[in-house]
């Protein structure tokens, strides 16, 4: 037998479409060539591959040697295909039984030695490989199993359905097809995700900040953005991060999406299953770096923080052009990455909350610290960030300097779980009224759900009218009044409730 063919899976974005990989060896000089649109990873899987076959002591084919990776004009990258590869190569050149390869998909980079090196986006793989199955499934068609590195199997197993088998070199690969025994085969790998719950830092080590403690509660339990803004010290970053804490657990669904991405970037441990990503890039980070990009599109921190939280502190020393790119994804919950030869798209339902300070010292409104600021300094540094991305962020919180006598007693606040049940109440209200949380309501469902009472509506019209709202302001309030009805188990959105939205609303520049 002079060829081989054998299945594995490309990357492109979240999806991973089938590649063929064909080996071909014929009579002439030795050469090997590896065509369909390889990139330099994957050219050098050449050297990699023949290092790994030499030193497994197995013999590399002198012959004129073709690896197509089929379709051609799919880019290929990483070196994924190694595994593949070389087994195709031993299967062409009679060193290995081909009889059962096409009941596999294979991927796997190989080390000089022939032991398997873990590889990016297993998950996203395997997700494609039992979809496919269950399009194509015909009265006799076995579903294919998964042959990846051990590394790889606990991420690639969450797949429900899903016939993973893990393996740790190249010998142990070939011992599975070569062998009659079955203690030499490979066996099928059950994921086992951790059952304790997630550890998150706790609200019970914030010192006082009640009302910035209660807006948090509310942003969520509606799923909304927020922007909290104070001086410095204050603990506008010391209560983002507790943020994760309360947020409603992961679903099963929510946490296979969330770990989907991360396994992108080699980023997925068991660990964190069902652990909200948190995200808190620095403000130097780039357009690209926030939203994904690159040659070969790579998911950014906004789609790293998929179902989870996005943290930006100190949001005006952000590069306004960066901040811009938010606008979309904060409606859309996805970022579409397009490029000449190929387009990417990323899921990007993350919950933004953002920390700034009121002006360039940062002490306005303090209390013992004066501010020095001119008007026309305190203007220009708060129009660093736009009206339109300002309107997108459903919340504005102030966040004071605490008086010094309340800084020298012990931390005594509500502790997370205690907010967090509250939270998931409310949550849980919203699922079963509308199937979804408050953040995403659309138009119609707004008016169906969120409409007020007269003296809430009284309210709203005499905000739009002094505060200059737009339509999706007075959108983004109603959304949050429905939230605050929520925590108060309340099913009429009442005046007090939309009088809280309102100050929660209230923007920068109207101050």
Not at 206 to 218: H, I, M, S, T
Not at 306 to 322: A, C, I, Q, Y
Request: proline residues 7%; contains cysteine; glycine residues 8%.
């Amino acid at each position: 037998m002079t060829l081989a063919v054998l299945k594995s899976r490309a990357l492109a974005g979240m999806q991973a479409p089938e590649v063929t990989v064909e080996v071909h060896l014929a009579n002439g000089l030795p050469s090997f060539t590896i065509v369909g649109l390889p990139e330099t990873e994957v050219k050098e899987s050449k050297d990699r591959v023949r290092a790994a076959l030499q030193n497994a002591c197995f013999e590399f084919p002198s012959r004129r040697i073709t690896v197509n990776l089929a379709p051609a004009d799919l880019p290929k990258e990483s070196g994924r295909f190694d595994l593949p590869i070389a087994l195709g190569i031993l299967a062409a050149s009679g060193q290995m039984p081909a009889a059962e390869l096409d009941q596999y998909e294979f991927a796997g980079e190989l080390s000089l030695s022939g032991e398997l090196r873990p590889i990016r986006g297993a998950l996203a793989m395997t997700f494609a490989m039992t979809s496919a199955d269950r399009r194509d499934a015909a009265p006799n068609r076995r579903q294919r199993a998964f042959i990846l590195p051990r590394a790889n199997a606990d991420e690639a197993a969450l797949v429900a359905d899903a016939s993973i088998f893990p393996a740790d070199s190249l010998l142990h690969v070939c011992a599975h097809f070569s062998s009659k025994q079955t203690e030499a085969r490979l066996t099928r790998h059950v994921a086992r995700p951790q059952a304790r719950a997630p550890r998150y830092l706790d609200f019970s080590d914030v010192k006082g900040q009640l009302q910035a403690k209660r807006a948090l509660e509310v942003a969520a339990a509606g799923g909304h953005s927020a922007l909290l803004v104070g001086p410095p010290g204050t603990g506008k970053s010391m209560l983002a991060a507790r943020f994760p804490g309360i947020l409603p657990p992961m679903t099963d669904q929510e946490a296979l999406e969330s770990a989907a991405v991360q396994s992108l970037t080699s980023g997925f441990s068991s660990n964190n299953w069902k652990v909200r990503p948190y995200r808190s890039p620095h403000h130097t980070a780039s357009g690209v770096a926030l939203v994904g990009g690159g040659g070969t599109p790579r998911p950014g921190e906004i789609s790293l923080a998929h179902r989870g939280v996005l943290f930006l502190d100190e949001l005006p020393e952000f590069d306004r052009r960066v901040l811009e790119v938010l606008r979309e994804p904060l409606e859309s919950g996805r970022i579409t990455i397009s490029r000449a030869a190929r387009q990417a798209d990323f899921p990007a339902q993350f919950q933004l909350i953002a920390a700034m300070n009121p002006c360039p010292c940062g002490y306005l409104g303090h209390a013992a610290n004066q501010c020095r600021c001119t008007p026309d300094n305190i203007a220009r540094y708060q129009n660093k960030i736009s009206g339109p991305l300002l309107d997108r962020i459903d919340m504005q919180i102030q966040v004071g300097a605490l008086p010094h006598e309340q800084l020298l007693q012990q931390a005594d606040g509500e502790p997370s779980a205690a907010i967090a049940a509250r939270v998931e109440r409310a949550h849980a209200a919203q699922l079963t009224r509308q199937g979804k949380g408050n953040y995403g309501l659309s138009t119609t469902e707004i008016d169906n759900y969120c409409q007020p009472d007269s003296a809430g509506e009284q309210l709203l019209r005499s905000a739009m009218t002094h505060l200059n709202w737009s339509a999706r302001g007075y959108h983004r309030a109603l959304k949050v009044a429905r939230t605050i009805a929520d925590l108060a188990g309340a099913a009429t959105i009442a005046g007090p409730h939309v009088a809280e939205a309102i100050q929660y609303r209230r923007a920068l520049r109207d101050r």
